[in-house]
């Protein structure tokens, strides 16, 4: 097969009018197809001793992202034991799961994940005391283990609030203590039969080069069962037209060549695992709103869209550009970022939803100021069409802000057609929780 640069989907405008028509908006409209061809595109990467994919769920943890993306073979990293379950209930079995948590579940939680590690969930040790409350549960049923190892040194994030591998994250064992673990897993016979490492989300695939070196140093030092070495997630993708996406064919003939060095020199094969999120379906997704109101001041243009940061997050997070298209009410295209084509006739407007939030728009800077987006002027009723938010919007976003609901999303299928996939919350579901107390 062969590997073809990947990017932005192109916008299929006449789709626009046709989802927003039927189901309304706001709404996430995803592509099987793009899915289905980031994972062929991963499991395809070059790997010496064998490739094991895992899907990082938290991406976009939808029931039929997961099935899609399993049916391909992908299998599946969890970060909760939510996550966990709620994969399970999609119909996807725990020995397809493994299990990186912050989380050090008690109780009956505690009780869960026995049930889901003794029906095959990996569970991957993120601390020490993570380890101290599994390793009798381990060593009474032979189960082996993976263990997560914080670098100590500075990750590959896209910013600093992406970056999992610097001294100001804590995920993972950190190197200091894992010969403390070690000795105590020694000690039970217990095994680490995986090591891993995420250094973080999107960063300089540099980076994700020397963490290969790095962690097959780990592996070399203080792992002789390890049979799997899982360099993590964080692939980048390019967004926007004038970014760089990572060229995974690459990072895999890099990864390959050190695994292949590392059995030469100790004779032990590795099998390479990976565990992207992004890369698999960040630009198989759009967010479509629709222009309800205009506000033309002396200073900036605002357009106000009936959606914004609470169906995605990131442009007020970390600063995150998505590309802006705008659609008119027949199916026109009227501009787009989606490609560098330029637009003739743009002017600079301010995108904003409608949240009493001065950040709630679609661009902001690093400061959280609104940076104006340059488009041709849309009437109201046109639709504001958002790309590249297949990961980390509906599953992210601090969504029921000023109550309004989570939004509907829909799958362009394989054979084009325009499916369903979850529905618009309904008011009750805001407050279905809420007690009537008298105080
Ligand atoms: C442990 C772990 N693995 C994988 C991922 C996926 O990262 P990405 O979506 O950048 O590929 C994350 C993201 O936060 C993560 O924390």
């Not at 100001?168 to 064992?173: D, E």
């Amino acid at each position: 097969m062969t590997m073809k640069p990947f990017g932005p989907t192109k916008l299929d405008a006449a789709l626009i009018p046709k989802v927003a028509q039927q189901w309304g908006t706001p709404i996430y409209l995803h592509d099987q197809r793009y899915i289905e061809n980031s994972c062929e595109q991963l499991l395809n990467m070059p790997n010496a001793f064998g490739l094991h994919v895992r899907y990082a769920m938290k991406a976009n943890s939808d029931r039929t992202v997961l099935r899609i993306v399993t049916n391909k073979g992908l299998d599946l990293d969890c970060s909760s034991l939510d996550e966990a379950a709620r994969a399970y209930a999609a119909g996807i079995p725990y020995s397809r799961m493994m299990l990186t948590t912050q989380e050090v579940p008690m109780g009956e939680e505690r009780i869960e994940l026995e049930g889901m590690i003794t029906a095959g969930l990996k569970y991957n040790v993120c601390s020490l005391l993570q380890y101290q409350l599994i390793a009798d549960f381990a060593e009474a049923h032979k189960i082996d283990l993976s263990i997560r190892v914080h670098p100590g040194a500075a990750g590959g994030g896209e910013s600093a609030t992406r970056d999992t591998g610097s001294e100001y994250s804590c995920f993972g064992v950190h190197l200091n203590d894992v010969p403390t673990v070690k000795a105590m897993a020694d000690e039970l016979g217990l095994r680490f039969t995986q090591v891993h490492v995420h250094i973080g989300s999107g960063g300089d695939p540099e980076k994700w080069r020397e963490n290969i070196d790095r962690e097959l140093g780990f592996v070399k030092a203080y792992f002789p069962d390890a049979t799997t070495v899982s360099f993590g997630g964080g692939l980048k993708v390019a967004r926007m037209p004038g970014e760089k996406q990572a060229d995974i064919v690459s990072l895999g003939a890099y990864a390959k060549q050190r695994i292949e060095a590392f059995k030469a020199e100790t004779g032990r094969e590795l099998t390479m695992e990976i565990e992207p999120g992004t890369f698999v379906v960040a630009n198989s997704g759009h967010i479509i709103t629709r222009i309800i109101d205009k506000k033309l001041t002396n200073e900036l243009n605002f357009l106000i869209v009936d959606g914004g940061m609470e169906l995605l997050t990131r442009p007020l997070l970390y600063g995150s550009e998505h590309p802006i298209a705008i659609v008119r009410q027949d199916g026109t295209l009227l501009s787009s970022e989606y490609d560098q084509s330029p637009s003739e006739g743009v002017k600079p407007f301010g995108i904003v939803g409608r949240c009493c939030e001065s950040g709630d728009s679609v661009r902001l800077d690093g400061d959280g100021t609104i940076v104006p987006v340059q488009i041709v002027e849309p009437e109201i009723g046109d639709y504001v069409v958002i790309g590249g938010t297949g990961a980390y919007s509906e599953s992210m976003s601090p969504e029921n802000y000023n109550s309004h609901r989570k939004p509907g999303a829909v799958m362009r299928t394989q054979s084009g057609e325009l499916v369903q996939i979850r529905k618009k919350q309904v008011r009750e579901q805001l407050t279905q929780n809420e007690l009537d107390v008298t105080l």
